[in-house]
């Protein structure tokens, strides 16, 4: 048994909270009461040797994405593999890229498989895979910067949308960027698949070679990174209007396309104020949105908001990638 993971009820006495080194998780489960025991105990036998399992494929799963490379064996490392293959051809990438949403996609599915649950979640710090059966939705609310907690928009699902997994990525997160969003929130069939996207999104939000953007290699932040001595984003200083729209509409071109492809339903563009939407309408701005209930999500955030009939978590995404 691993003696490292440390597994309890929040305060609120509904969530699940499971934490094992990098990996950490808030869970939550609707149902019968019995029901949700079973989901949690699943929960909690199978988290036990998710990174130990990881581990023991790190290598592999830190080496660049290749058409016809070798296939991981444990379950996690081929969600996070399968999640990033379409990629492989057209960029940069390795499975890392995927790691938080394949990490949530296992435990919600280890859940579902133990019980009868009307809905359920599992956010793996910001990257969120769910469970809706008829007639439940869930509200997703999008924040922009990790240090400071503010709410660009919501996105709002029900049973009936194909979308169970969302994913946010940004230069300000603790995972590395090439590009400078501020936020990059992507809707897809699946936890993983949102992940990987999230990140080819964000990192092509991004003005090359533009001197008021400050990016060091990533070996220089994290010895083993898998980033390499690829160039990072360190900082983002004084932009012009007209820079913030290039920058954006180059990820929109970029989102366009994975929508097209079929990758993502929808992603929400964030930089300096400036919010573009592609793909279907469940993501609306924050002037439009409903707040109440909003599961909120970013990468670098790891508390609970509470405000009248709001009910709202943020939390921190922990890995490298």
């Known amino acids: 048994m691993n003696a490292r993971a440390q597994i309890s009820l929040l305060p609120d006495g509904h969530r699940l909270h499971m934490h094992d080194g990098p990996i950490d998780l808030i869970v939550e489960a609707f149902g019968r009461t019995g029901e949700i025991k079973d989901a949690y105990q699943a929960a909690s036998r199978r988290f036990v040797d998710v990174l130990d399992e990881l581990c023991a494929e790190?290598?592999?799963?830190?080496?660049?994405?290749?058409?016809?490379?070798?296939?991981?064996?444990?379950?996690?490392?081929?969600?996070?593999?399968?999640?990033?293959?379409?990629?492989?051809?057209?960029?940069?990438?390795?499975?890392?890229?995927?790691?938080?949403?394949?990490?949530?996609?296992?435990?919600?599915?280890?859940?579902?498989?133990?019980?009868?649950?009307?809905?359920?979640y599992v956010n793996d710090g910001g990257d969120i895979a769910l469970h809706l059966t008829q007639g439940e939705n869930f509200i997703a609310g999008m924040v922009e910067r990790p240090d400071r907690p503010s709410?660009?928009?919501?996105?709002?699902?029900?049973?009936?949308?194909?979308?169970?997994?969302i994913a946010t990525s940004g230069w300000q997160g603790r995972s590395f960027s090439l590009g400078i969003a501020d936020a990059v929130t992507v809707l897809a069939d699946r936890a993983a698949m949102a992940d990987g996207a999230a990140t080819i999104v964000a990192n092509a939000v991004d003005l090359p070679g533009h001197p008021n953007i400050i990016r060091v290699s990533a070996r220089s932040l994290v010895?083993?990174?898998?980033?390499?001595?690829?160039?990072?984003?360190?900082?983002?200083?004084?932009?012009?209007?007209?820079?913030?729209s290039d920058a954006v509409q180059a990820g929109v071109v970029c989102a366009q396309r994975l929508a097209g492809e079929g990758l993502i339903h929808?992603?929400?563009?964030?930089?300096?104020?400036?919010?573009?939407?592609?793909?279907?309408?469940?993501?609306?701005?924050?002037?439009?949105?409903?707040?109440?209930?909003?599961?909120?999500?970013?990468?670098?955030?790891?508390?609970?908001l509470s405000a009248g009939d709001r009910n709202q978590t943020v939390c921190s995404k922990t890995y490298e990638k």
């Not at 592999?60 to 399968?82: F, T």
Request: positive net charge; contains cysteine.
């Open 58 to 120: 790190l290598p592999l799963l830190r080496a660049q994405a290749r058409k016809g490379g070798r296939w991981p064996g444990g379950r996690i490392a081929r969600r996070m593999a399968a999640a990033v293959a379409p990629y492989a051809e057209r960029t940069f990438i390795t499975p890392m890229a995927a790691v938080a949403g394949a990490v949530a996609e296992e435990i919600l599915e280890t859940m579902t498989n133990a019980a009868r649950l009307a809905k359920a």
């Open 151 to 165: 709410l660009f928009g919501t996105a709002t699902l029900d049973a009936s949308q194909p979308v169970r997994g």
């Open 223 to 244: 010895p083993d990174s898998d980033m390499g001595d690829r160039l990072v984003t360190l900082g983002v200083e004084n932009l012009s209007r007209d820079d913030v």
């Open 266 to 304: 929808c992603a929400a563009l964030r930089l300096r104020g400036e919010t573009r939407i592609v793909g279907r309408p469940a993501v609306i701005p924050k002037s439009e949105s409903n707040e109440e209930s909003a599961v909120l999500v970013h990468e670098q955030l790891h508390i609970r």
